[in-house]
Nanobody
Framework: QVQLVESGGGLVQPGGSLRLSCVVSGRNASFYEMEWWRQAPGKQRELIGEISSADFSTYGAPVKGRSTIWRDNPKNTLYLHMSNLKAEDTAVYYC??????????WGQGTQVTVSS
């Protein structure tokens, strides 16, 4: 069974940065596309970006230019780095692994709060 566990969230000051981790167990994550999503209170879940099995990353417009997604394959871990954080980046952040076209698994999420 595939499991994803996010960590690294917390309280960050505006203009600061964060690094989130998503540890994958049960599968070799390097074979699969993986994604970072977030959900702010009262809003729909939003795609931050994704990384292909070939390690090609793409990003959504709200975070483009200030986010980086990468993998550490020996650690079977996905990462997200975001800089120049704003209040509107406050959300629960999730990672997702796409096992097939119709099957995926989500982590439990990690809360990020941007506030002074």
């Amino acid at each position: 069974q595939v499991q994803l566990v996010e960590s690294g969230g917390g309280l960050v000051q505006p203009g600061g940065s964060l690094r989130l981790s998503c540890v994958v167990s049960g599968r070799n994550a390097s074979f699969y596309e993986m994604e970072w999503w977030r959900q702010a209170p009262g809003k729909q879940r939003e795609l931050i970006g994704e990384i292909s099995s070939a390690d090609f990353s793409t990003y959504g417009a709200p975070v483009k230019g200030r986010s980086t997604i990468w993998r550490d394959n020996p650690k079977n871990t996905l990462y997200l780095h975001m800089s120049n954080l704003k209040a509107e980046d406050t959300a629960v952040y999730y990672c997702r692994i796409r096992l097939t076209a119709t099957q995926d698994t989500w982590g439990q999420g990690t809360q990020v709060t941007v506030s002074s």
